[in-house]
């Protein structure tokens, strides 16, 4: 199967495209620490979006611990927006900046209320930054959530192996 | 690979597990008719959700036209959550019933809020039904969006093609 084009929008960021896997720390006030492996896939069908999924796995069991899929959007230069789901029942719109770099960008996104089922676990507002940097990308994000003022949650670096 | 066992808040639903293809029709009231293919995965790691996405394309053209990804939660017996991102910078919540029948389940489900990034076309709301008997599945989408009332969106149906 020949992938086609991609998309004039998307076109700048082909550097995003790919598998990438690598590992990652958590931390949160109001649970103990832990170690994940992760792999994200990140895609594209021709059109003004780029496909996004991740998984997460415990770094010593193997289990599977989280998951999320959503859409990279670029409706202007220097601008992103990526609308996120996940399994625990919450919904992320982030938007924010992209700088281009030497074969890479630097990501700075906010959701400034996150949206969740009545089930889902209280979560406020998210910050993620990445950074694309040729075949790594390295990743934070904090959270408000569960009555915690805005703190780092999750860490980690992967390194793209394969397209 | 070995599959893990289902989650028991999922078990009851393991007749929606499987790769789903067929082909539906769409109208709006701002928009022309069209027919698409589509294909619907639904798959599980053994956790309380089930990970859903699904594809379609133009029916004449085969060039891709919309996708969404996203989860089913049963948080209680009877309800079902669905968190879906949209490549078009929307995100529903969607909550309601689930109503099992001899293998498989009426399903209704509403969004009264659906989410849109600052650049995403406007739509307010959306009610979307599943009916899983058997290797088929149909659904319709009706939705309240760009200013018409709830109106008839979309509807298909699919058969399993495979795990």
């Not at 959701?111 to 390295?138: I, K, L, Y």
Request: hydrophobic residues 35%; charged residues 20%; contains cysteine.
């Amino acid at each position: 199967m020949t992938s086609p084009p991609l998309h004039p929008d998307t076109a700048p960021f082909a550097f995003m495209l790919g598998t990438w896997r690598g590992r990652g720390d958590g931390s949160y006030p109001t649970i103990d620490d832990f170690g994940y492996t992760e792999e994200i896939t990140i895609g594209h069908v021709g059109k003004p979006f780029l496909a996004y999924s991740q998984k997460t796995k415990h770094a010593e069991t193997g289990q599977p611990l989280h998951a999320e899929s959503g859409y990279w959007r670029f409706p202007a230069p220097g601008r992103v927006e990526l609308v996120i789901a996940h399994p625990t029942g919450l919904l992320e719109s982030l938007s924010g900046t992209v700088q281009l770099i030497d074969d890479g960008a630097n990501i700075e996104l906010t959701c400034p209320d996150v949206v969740t089922t009545a089930t889902a676990v209280d979560v406020e507002r998210t910050v993620r930054r990445f950074r694309f940097d040729g075949d790594s990308v390295s990743y934070d994000l904090a959270m408000a959530a569960v009555g915690q003022p805005l703190t780092h949650h999750l860490a980690a670096t992967l390194h793209r192996v394969g397209d």
